[in-house]
């Protein structure tokens, strides 16, 4: 299987080859490494590692732990194959050679993109603002499903989306999340990584709410008033 080992760590020369040869040892075969982030001497890498089914991932928690300097910010189970900014415009793409169903498909392709469990197109009542005070979120019982992606639960958990800006949100069970708003019509995309079993996700990273921002305000502005149409069904249909 796929996981995602999110690790921070000293940015010198050395400790990121002992990460991966620690990796290696374990028994991960490692297929991606992006650089999330580099700071004050820090960096935070993404590991993308093909990981054998039967392995204990206590063996590779241990074996990272032991290394001087380095956390391990998260392990979690990727869908699908590791994928980067380049996948962006082939996605916006499809989008655009297929707008009437531009949302579904960006929806769908959420949890791919950014290592998550599944991903929804919400909606928030337009006067969310002038029912709550524009301080405060509408809450996540106001916001309703237009589109769920394969594996959203029946009915999905959805975190507090409003104010409407993008962000990264964790909830009181571990659930990860990232909404960005498509900045009409009252819809938010929300992607999601689920805490299971002996697995847990890291939250989203700026540089994850980042992308998902900016692929959110380019398909909004390719699917134009055709976003204003879109209706949320009242039984979200999940798998």
Do not use: C, K
């Not at 993404?46 to 990981?51: A, G, I, L, N």
């Not at 392990?75 to 380049?86: K, L, N, Q």
Request: proline share 7%; no cysteine.
């Amino acid at each position: 299987m796929l996981l995602r080992v999110r690790v921070t760590l000293p940015d010198r020369p050395g400790t990121l080859g002992q990460v991966a040869r620690t990796l290696g040892v374990s028994g991960a075969d490692i297929v991606q490494v992006v650089v999330l982030e580099r700071l004050g001497g820090r960096a935070v890498d993404d590991f993308t590692v093909v990981w054998p089914g039967a392995a204990r991932v206590e063996r590779l928690l241990a074996g990272l732990a032991a290394i001087p300097g380095v956390r391990v910010d998260g392990v979690w189970r990727a869908i699908g194959a590791p994928t980067t900014t380049g996948q962006d415009a082939e996605l916006l793409a499809q989008v655009a050679g297929n707008p009437a169903d531009g949302l579904a498909t960006l929806v769908d392709a959420g949890p791919g993109l950014l290592a998550a469990d599944w991903a929804v197109a919400a909606v928030v009542p337009l006067d969310w603002a002038s029912r709550t005070g524009a301080g405060s979120g509408a809450g996540s019982g106001d916001a309703t499903v237009a589109h769920a992606s394969w594996r959203t639960p029946v009915p999905p958990a959805l975190p507090e989306v409003t104010p409407l800006r993008a962000r990264a949100l964790t909830s009181a069970d571990g659930t990860h999340y990232a909404v960005a708003p498509f900045g009409r019509a009252g819809l938010v995309l929300v992607v999601a990584r689920d805490q299971t079993g002996m697995l847990n996700p890291a939250a989203f990273h700026s540089t994850e709410v980042d992308r998902l921002a900016q692929l959110v305000r380019a398909s909004a502005v390719i699917l134009g008033d055709r976003l204003d149409l879109v209706d949320a069904p009242p039984v979200v249909a999940g798998g």
